[in-house]
Every structure is written in C-alpha cells, then in structure tokens.
C-alpha cells in the first residue's frame, strides 16, 4: 500500500458534510424524504409471498441460526412497505434463522412502494 502526504493551504478552507448513506441523505432524514428506514417487525408482520416456490438451504439456516444466537443478526432483510402491508422478498435464511429461534422480531430495512413496484416483485 502507497503511502502519500497531502499539503493543504491553512487558510480558505471550509468543512463540507459526507453521509454514508446509500442516497447521500443526511442521518435521520431518510423516513421523511422516503429513504429507507431501519426497524424491529414482528415476524407475523411480513408477508413472504415466494416462500412457497424457494427452498432454504438448512445448513445456511443452521449457520445462520449460530451466528444470530451468539452475535445478533448483522445484516437487516429488506421489506417492501405498500399501503401499511409489509412483504418480504430477500433474506429468506435470516427470516427462517429467527423463526426457528423462536424471536417474535426481526430487524428490517423498510423501503416504501406502490402496488406497480409490488407486482413488479411478484412476476
């Protein structure tokens, strides 16, 4: 790895904010511009609509079910929030981990959608 020095002049300088979110909007404003939005829902909450047709592999389930007993989950699943209506259509192991772990909630990356981005996520 390079190693450089960055000479700066002292003076005229001025501070410009860097966010790390995916949209650049700042901390705390996502839920009102309709970024997503980080949250704990009750596991009965989310409807998994392909549930039937994908198969969870077991082992990843079992893997997965040891890391969240020993470490919590890391990585929120993503839901689809329409019209009050939250689905679920990744993070099928983290869901089933939980489910088998007996946790009524899991935390969730919320984004909003209208009824065209919901069938567009059933065909």
Known sequence: MANFVLQLPTSNLRSIPVYASSN?????????NGG??????????????????????????????????????????????????YYGFSGCHRYEAHQRLGFPTIRCKIRRGTKETLRHHLR
């Open 24 to 32: 650049g909007a700042p901390p705390g404003t996502a839920s009102q």
């Open 36 to 85: 997503p939005v980080i949250l704990e829902l009750p596991l009965e909450k989310i409807r998994r609509p392909l549930m039937r047709t994908r198969a969870n592999d077991p082992n990843k389930v079992q893997e997965l079910m040891d890391s969240i007993r020993q470490i919590g989950l890391q990585v929120p699943i993503d839901v689809l929030e329409v019209d009050g209506v």
